[in-house]
């Protein structure tokens, strides 16, 4: 996974929108020691090509989503990153048929953790009921918390553009 952990020196605008899959390198889990009482500014990137593995890696775990049609199991993902918006598309196979499917998440910053929202997202062209949104959402929300967890930093920025999600992280 392509992944670049660079000190800071300036603080970045606030929130804007991303989302991101994957785990931190073990050299982010604690913040290297600046001055004492001061904090540091990490920044964590991460191409669309990663994201694109990391959704397949899901996926082929056993990625599905409940829809109208049935329970949906989720193959051949892409992710694009552009405008402040994560697009991913892919198709979506009920066992009886497969459909192409496409969703378009943005995400914001609250309390120090990344919200992620799915603004957008269809099933063959028909609009994905909202309950199949949420769990879009809770999924990636549960592996952004996992690529953080233990690291001891809070988020204090992402955006998406260019064809990288990329988050700065705030530690003690």
């Known amino acids: 996974m392509a992944i670049n952990l660079v000190p800071l020196r300036i603080a970045l605008s606030s929130a804007c929108a991303a989302l991101t899959l994957g785990t931190l390198p073990a050299s982010a889990a604690a913040p ?6 001061s904090t540091g500014e990490w920044r964590y990137e991460i191409d ?3 994201i694109t593995r990391s959704l397949n890696a899901w996926a082929a775990s056993g990625g599905m989503l409940e ?20 697009i991913v ?11 192409p ?6 995400a914001s910053i609250q309390s120090g953790t990344v919200q992620v929202h799915v603004v957008d ?6 609009d994905v009921p909202a309950a199949a949104r949420g769990q879009l959402e809770q999924q990636v929300q549960t592996q ?9 930093v809070g988020v204090h920025s992402v955006a998406l553009g260019d064809g990288k999600l990329r988050l700065t992280l705030v530690g003690p």
């Open 48 to 50: 669309s090509s990663s």
């Open 32 to 37: 290297p020691a600046s001055g004492q009482g």
């Open 89 to 99: 598309r892919g198709v979506a196979n009920t066992g009886w048929f497969s459909v």
């Open 101 to 106: 499917v496409d969703a378009a998440a943005t």
């Open 67 to 86: 829809t109208p049609l049935g329970t949906a199991r989720l193959q051949q993902l892409s992710a694009e990153i552009d405008d402040q918006e994560l």
């Open 121 to 126: 997202a269809h099933f063959n062209g028909v």
């Open 144 to 152: 952004l918390a996992q690529s953080i967890a233990g690291t001891g």
